[in-house]
């Protein structure tokens, strides 16, 4: 077996480099992860740019599926996992003792200072794996893993990121069932996993925005299962368009999910039925919204809703969902990058890059 592992760190502001770092040891309650895949998330682009508040230098990566390469006793009793087994890992790492974790919202938990998940802790905290842009991952006694099926490709298991935010933001936080449309703001992967997971949980009609080089994305959108989508570009009024495919009523739960523009947050108001629910995902750099009418709110008695992180239930609903595999989620993939490709890799998924645009992209180390 090896005795280092590469590691991808960011020193600054769209700095990366290529470290390598000894293996730790392992106790009776800590584990040690091979990397077999690292989801590259929205967040990511935003870390690497420097708009997110984080301590450098960290190993990037927060997504990450691997196997356990070496495993504690009490560990591999308290998990139910053991050598040999594959696991996607949550990216945060809750206390378990604080406000937030007793109340069961550990995906909030600040009790270990700060945020304390993966890709946030800093590499001079030992053992310094603390991210999955790497070859191994170090397990945290209070990590949480989940078993998945070891015969999926990776690249489709790495999934279970995107498509749990999918579940808690557009059905587990709204409540979404049976008797719902709902309309989902912004086609990225985030919003595609969206759709998937509306669909999953027998919402009545599932809408999507987006603009009009998002056309492939919408395209792609119809295929997972949206019933309708816009291009808010060529629409030439969005407001009536919604209110037509929804009888009259607008939608019972709406999702934002577009990054950065904070115009989707001000029209979804108009958007949403009365009595419905409005979930806001997508960060907007702490930008104020203009044009935020809150007597629709108050005229609609309609419930805003904020959601950050993915919790056990949807990251199980997930897996659950790509194990079985009736959804073609291999259309989302679009990338694997190699570790040395980190930057390439990033700069695709934000659209920076000269090649073709990024919807699920992937870190695969080899
Ligand atoms: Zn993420
Ligand atoms: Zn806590």
Not at 23 to 37: F, Q
Not at 112 to 117: K, Y
Not at 150 to 173: C, D
Request: glycine fraction near 12%; charged fraction near 25%; hydrophobic fraction near 45%.
């Amino acid at each position: 077996m090896a005795r280092t592992s590469r590691v991808v760190v960011q020193t600054a502001p769209r700095a990366l480099e290529m470290r390598e770092l000894p293996l730790p040891e392992i106790d009776d309650d800590s584990g040690l992860l091979r990397v077999e895949a690292c989801g590259i998330c929205g967040s990511d682009a935003e870390q690497y740019a420097g708009v997110l508040p984080a301590r450098w230098p960290t190993v990037l990566g927060h997504e990450p599926l691997g196997i356990v390469e070496k495993i504690g006793d009490r560990a591999a009793k308290r998990w139910g996992v053991d050598v040999g087994d594959r696991v996607a890992v949550e990216t945060l790492i809750p206390c378990g003792y604080c406000r937030a974790c007793v109340a069961g919202r550990y995906q909030v938990c600040r009790g270990r200072g700060g945020m304390f998940g993966y890709s946030y802790v800093p590499v001079d905290h030992p053992p310094g794996l603390w991210g999955a842009y790497a070859d191994y991952l170090y397990l945290d006694p209070h990590a949480i893993v989940h078993r998945v099926d070891a015969a999926l490709p990776a690249s489709i298991a790495v999934m279970f990121n995107p498509l749990g935010a999918g579940f808690r933001w557009a059905v587990e936080i709204p409540r979404t069932g049976p008797g719902d449309v709902v309309l989902v703001l912004g086609p990225g992967q985030r919003g595609l996993a969206s759709v998937v997971a509306a669909r999953a949980a027998g919402a009545d009609a599932v809408i999507v925005t987006g603009l009009a080089r998002d056309a492939r994305k919408l395209a792609l959108a119809r295929e997972l299962g949206a019933d309708h989508v816009i291009d808010v570009d060529n629409e030439p009024d969005v407001k009536r368009r919604v209110k037509e495919l929804t009888g009259g009523r607008g939608a019972d739960v709406v999702v934002e999910v577009s990054s950065n523009s904070t115009e989707p947050v001000a029209d979804a108001l108009h958007y949403v039925a009365t009595g419905g629910r409005i979930v806001l995902a997508g960060v907007k750099g702490f930008k104020a919204v203009p044009g935020f009418v809150s007597d629709l709110v108050v005229v609609k008695e309609a419930t805003i809703l904020g959601a950050f992180g993915v919790t056990s239930r949807s990251y199980r609903s997930a897996i659950r969902l790509i194990e079985k595999g009736d959804v073609p989620l291999a259309k989302l993939h679009t990338h694997d990058f190699a570790l040395e490709e980190a930057e390439d890799a990033i700069r695709t998924l934000a659209g920076e890059g000269p090649g073709e645009a990024s919807i699920h992209s992937c870190i695969v180390p080899r």
